[in-house]
């Protein structure tokens, strides 16, 4: 009964999605597009922004070239740059009453997914009012939010071309994902100068998200064409272009292929949704605070394996297109390429395998809500059963904790 409930809701969830990204913002790219989107800014009719960004990048200069290009254009801006990682509703409503008090015509967010998605809030409340429960509810006849500038400054999350925000309950650790049409950013900026700085851990990171977004749209049942070819290109560039820019950070070119590859990779998802290791690697981060990125590159290629034989000619088709395998391989062999291929990726980056601080005691409820996350958000190649979940997740447990594991048969 459960599966028949997921199954329906696997086919309409492709269907709000295409509703939601029909709109799709317009793109500067290359070194130097940054400051270049802010030249436009007059242009568009602009002469007043709230920049929105976290403290560490203003810290570090990393907004320097943003607002000297706002300054030499005679655009006024006020700067909001309260937004920690795993934004809270609060961080929002700081951010709408700086717009407010600045009387901004449109929002500028210049930051990694946390500052992007609490921009994409702070327009909407600031068009809408309402409280965190009003917006989590999908509702069709919402004001669009103020328009919004979108300056990626990692290559990962995709959200500069997704109409979703996550914002997480400081208190439970309970994310919300507000999905609204009129949160689409309008103009987005990949600028792989601005990416220079970017840490290793937070280069693999990111990369590994985009990773997983292009894997996990790809196999989704409500791929398509159009979605298909931004996937592979995702993935083609993601292994050729991910490894050197996480070992020369200034790689220009790497960094300028990798905000290409992530935004593909959001452009796929956010018309497919993702998969099993979202929903585990979701948990990850609700239980053990792991990132979200490593999170994702610990479950990826083994949830890969418990797909197993349904998934072997899609995955086949994936590594013919990102390039990996010799011609006349079967499906199966192909399969198994590209899932060594991700565990080569991850090795070489050097990143955990494990969460720190997973207990034993933890593993029902992350299995549960992983169930049931993807049975009614992910249209998934097949439904995993708990005892395969649990499976995975046991594997996830340092050799200190008790390996055994007992799950009621829920979800299947
Ligand atoms: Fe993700």
Request: glycine share 8%; with cysteine; aromatic share 4%.
């Amino acid at each position: 009964m459960i599966t028949l409930y997921y199954k329906l809701r696997a086919k309409l969830i492709p269907r709000l999605l295409r509703g939601m990204t029909r709109r799709q913002p317009m793109v500067n790219r290359g070194p130097g597009a940054g400051p270049q989107l802010c030249a436009q800014l007059p242009l568009l009719g602009f002469k007043r922004v709230l920049l929105v960004t976290d403290r560490v990048l203003l810290e570090i200069g990393a907004l320097d070239a943003i607002k000297q290009a706002l300054d030499d254009a005679d655009v006024d801006f006020d700067i909001y740059d309260g937004v920690q990682p795993d934004p809270s509703f609060e961080q929002v409503q700081a951010g709408e009453a700086s717009l407010r008090t600045c009387a901004g015509e449109a929002v500028l967010a210049v930051g990694g997914g946390s500052v992007l998605d609490t921009a994409k809030m702070i327009s909407l409340l600031h068009s809408n009012g309402g409280s965190l429960a009003d917006f989590a509810k999908p509702k069709l006849n919402r004001r669009p939010g103020l328009p919004l500038f979108a300056i990626p400054t990692t290559a990962g999350t995709g959200s500069e071309v997704t109409p979703v925000a996550v914002i997480t309950n400081q208190q439970t650790h309970e994310k919300t994902a507000v999905a609204d049409a009129g949160m689409m950013p309008a103009y987005v900026a990949l600028d792989p100068l601005i990416m220079r700085g970017m840490p290793k851990g937070i280069t693999a990171a990111t990369g590994m998200d985009a990773l997983t977004h292009a894997v996990e749209s790809f196999l989704s049942r409500g791929s398509d064409e159009e979605t298909e070819r931004q996937a592979s290109a995702a993935v083609r560039l993601i292994f050729r272009y991910l490894p050197v820019a996480w070992a020369d950070g200034d790689d220009l070119e790497a960094r300028d292929a990798m905000a290409l590859a992530a935004y593909y990779a959001g452009a796929a998802f956010s018309r497919t949704s993702v998969g099993y290791a979202h929903a585990i690697a979701h948990q990850l981060g609700r239980v053990c605070g792991t990132p979200h990125g490593n999170a994702n590159a610990m479950v990826l290629p083994e949830v890969l394996l418990a797909y197993g034989e349904c998934t072997h000619e899609r995955l086949a088709e994936l590594a013919r297109r990102a390039g990996l395998g010799q011609d006349g391989d079967p499906p199966q062999a192909l399969a198994r390429t590209l899932i060594d291929a991700i565990v080569d990726l991850r090795r070489q980056m050097d990143m955990p395998l494990l969460p720190r601080g997973l207990k034993h005691e933890d593993l029902p409820g992350i299995v549960e809500e992983a169930l049931s996350e993807a049975g009614k958000l992910y249209p998934v190649p097949r439904y995993l059963s708990a005892a395969e979940v649990g499976a995975l997740v046991r594997d996830l447990l340092p050799a200190s904790q008790p390996q055994e594991l007992e799950l009621s048969p829920h979800g299947n």
